[in-house]
């Protein structure tokens, strides 16, 4: 078709839709002038659009999968399964439809779950499933959905559970948001049940609202565990929850409560649910989902990539200690999650108590038998680059050549140059990027009001290990400056090498991820105020998950506003660290920080140690007490 | 290759529109593996992995572009021109399976994604996709980000910088025209 004609249809159909249908007729008699041909086409594509009906509306993939015709209710209702009446349809579920049943020989109501065969048909993953359910039953906890029996006939495989009366967390959450009282109370429930099953080894795969049953009385079961284990390991390990059969194309839809590992594919552990219970947790809170966007791969993009605003500014009740939880429990990387164990301790204690003279000792029980797993892979995680690069660390050559790179435009050169450069200098006002795998021979400077990221996660996550990137001299920051090295401290990901000191007086804002140091850290006078209020993966500042041979200084921070946040967890540290004068609205120190020497924090306001942290040296101070 | 891929990514969102299709021949082998992996775990011809491997080519994307935060438009932009190739790719491929008679030795590398009767509808929205840029680019690529991207409104106003009112208006013509395209009983152009 020629694009002068095309204009003119798409004129005239635009205008004939926008008046009443019976007037459609008299318009275009008019506005087509005699041209039969145009007229004609006209009607085709106005008929069209009303017999289109849901025409490509739903996403191609949605054409992809085979979809055999749903078990259908009618079908089953009155018959019986094994020694099961099956009495009434109760609700469809991720993986199969619940039914309300009679179990003839015990004389009680029990619900009983038909398990579409395209579900059971692969052999060993049934066994896995059955175990896994026998297992879970064993627990015999309270909190637990508990299964009577499993089996099968020729109707398909069958669950038979204890009948919970009362609405799923769905179905709560939509009749209005809960008091924050009851949220606590509904999420400990939950983290107890967690807390059982992860120390029988067992990991639900799928905690969501439609899992979760909220008796009359408050009294909150677990339903399902183990029941992903069902799904196709792909869609399993990817989707991580039920796949309606009525439409597959949903599948992407179940993918809000997944977590960045399954989403990643990688093995899935309790941490995994701890995600999950997040998710959860941060919805009852705010009412809002913390990854939401408009498509599922919007909320695939933020669960891998976005920080969520913390849950505190959606919903000022929110204590700071429930905010932390939440962010905690959201956290990308899952050894930095805390237990069930923690969240249940954390969620026990009441919360007009402030946060620092709080009781822990019970917690702290219960935790440690937890963390010292989660501690041990911290530790592992994070020497993971080997006495070879210490060594090198150590060695620190000094540049000679001129081979400086001076980074002046709005965007820096990192897009396409890794260098390697002599130094690297962040002119004022300037905001400068790295990519992986860049190296500096010398050091970098970043001028006042400067910016310098270096590589974000992802990035850093998929380029091959072979390629540090490397910084052999120092890095130093000047006032207002900022400094984002976010790289992540799996065996998968890209090292990142300072071989010198990172010195920050007077940043703006700071986040060093996944970073091996053979120097000092050192952030005196910082003024985060107002970061905490930014949205995204920089709304707060931190030292995590790194490992520092030299001392750690922190001290003189300001960050007064809502969410201003300095984190410190997952590091390994050498020397001695120093906590001094810091006033912002939250200083966070752990979960899991091993440090060699002595802890000291003097003067800082709203510090708040959370997890375990192995201090080797003295503790002194305020953080004498540290858990 | 990540790398290469890295880098490809990087000049395509820096302007560079020769770079996509130098991207598109280097991730399409990492698709038939990905397909291959899953294959390889699955009994044969259940088609659930294909929604899998889906998910894991817009996975795998997202981690390429996560270079460039601030940026989802463009992300958004070639995971849809990325989707309708892997899609349309797989049904070709499994028609000229049908017509081939070849029913028995059915390779790994030709993972069943597209079952045969979607196939052929897959194949003729494409076709018919191809029809409508020659006259309409814009639609043409509306219905690329809706259909087979799977993106909202308001999504596909952000990849194209327009309004959501916009794609929503435009969305409507170019859907009543491949209807017509498709239904196979009138076509516009007669």
Known sequence: MEAERWRQIERLYDAALKRPADEREAFLDNACGGDEALRRRIDILIAAQEKAGDFLESPAWAMVADAPAPDHPQFVVGRSIDRYQILSFLGSGGIGDVYLARDSRLERAVALKLLPARFTGDGDRVRHFEKEVRATSALNHPNIVAVYDTGETDAGRFIVMELVAGRTLREVVASGRPSLDSVAHIVRQVAEALTVAHSAGIVHRDVKPENIMVRDDGYVKVLDFGLARLLPSGVGELAGTGASHTNPGILLGTAHYMSPEQARGEAVTSATDVFSLGIVCYELATGEHPFKADSQIGVLHRILSHAPVPPGRLNPGVSSTLDALILDMLEKDPRLRPGAAEIKAVLAERPEQPVRVRSRSNARKVWQVTAAGLLAATLAGATVFGQTTIRWLMARVQSATANDFVCVGQNGPGTANPGPFDNVSVRAETTCLLRAGTRVQGSVTVEANGRLTLCVTSDCLFAPQTIPTEIRGSVSLGRGGEFLAIFASSPLATPFLVGGDIHASGARRFRIVGATVGGRVQITHANITGTGASPGPIGFNEIARSRIHGEVQLSDSIGTGPGDRIRIPGNVIEGDVHIAGNNVTLLQIGPNNSMKESLRCNGNLNIVPLGTNVVEGNKEGQCSDLP | ?190
């Open chain 2, 1 to 190: 290759m990540s790398h290469e891929i890295t880098r490809l990514l990087v000049a395509w969102s820096d302007g560079d529109r020769g770079a996509l299709d130098k991207l598109v021949p280097i991730v399409q082998p990492e698709l038939s593996r990905l397909a291959r992996r899953y294959m390889a775990r699955q009994q044969r011809g259940h088609t659930l992995q294909a929604t899998a491997v889906i998910n894991e080519v817009y996975l795998r994307l997202m981690e390429w572009r996560n270079l460039r935060w601030q940026d989802r438009a463009h992300f958004f932009g070639v995971s849809a021109q990325l989707m309708r190739r892997t899609l349309v790719d797989h049904a070709r491929r499994q028609q000229r399976r049908k017509r081939g008679g070849d029913t028995i030795a059915i390779s790994l590398d030709d993972a069943v994604l597209v079952s045969p009767e979607r196939s052929a509808d897959l194949v003729a929205v494409d076709e018919a996709l191809d029809r409508l840029a020659a006259f309409d680019l814009r639609r043409s690529r509306i219905v690329e980000l809706r259909f087979f991207g799977g993106l909202s409104v308001d999504e596909t106003a952000e990849v194209l910088k327009t309004s959501p009112r916009t794609v929503k208006r435009e969305w409507g013509l170019a859907r009543a025209w491949l209807y017509c395209e498709l239904s196979g009983k009138q076509s516009v152009d007669a």
